[in-house]
């Protein structure tokens, strides 16, 4: 499965975003898939995922309450809503997916994703 990932830009602290990620190539249903970013002189950390029903989630503490992340498969796009942005939410946005043979099953670690997308920016100023 090929993976895009796109709606970061400029923001100020408070403000909104929402990532979306597209994917082609396979049965996007049949895929987990989950959000992680990598912020400047960090490693890339794991942010959000979702399973391949969308009826479970995970969030790591810091965005929780804030951030949500849902799926449309009808439409082959996964999608970060991101609220309340933060200057230390800066970072370089990151999706991925993994094939699941389970509709609850989702993944919140680098090395459980198979495929990726290339990374959205996402900067939010003071």
């Known amino acids: 499965v090929q993976l895009q990932a796109s709606g970061g830009g400029l923001v100020q602290a408070g403000d909104s975003l929402r990532l979306s990620c597209a994917a082609s190539?396979?049965?996007?249903?049949?895929?987990?898939t989950g959000w992680f970013r990598q912020a400047p002189g960090k490693e890339r950390a794991f942010v959000a995922a979702i399973s391949r029903s969308g009826g479970v989630t995970n969030y790591v503490d810091s965005v929780k309450g804030r951030f949500t992340i849902s799926r449309d498969n009808a439409k082959n796009t996964a999608y970060l809503q991101m609220n309340s942005l933060r200057p230390e939410d800066t970072a370089v946005y990151y999706c991925?997916?993994?094939?699941?043979?389970?509709?609850?099953?989702?993944?919140?670690?680098?090395?459980?994703?198979?495929?990726w997308g290339q990374g959205t920016q996402v900067t939010v100023s003071s």
């Open positions: 991925a997916a993994v094939l699941s043979g389970s509709l609850r099953w989702y993944a919140t670690t680098q090395r459980e994703y198979r495929y």
């Open positions: 190539g396979r049965t996007f249903r049949d895929y987990a």
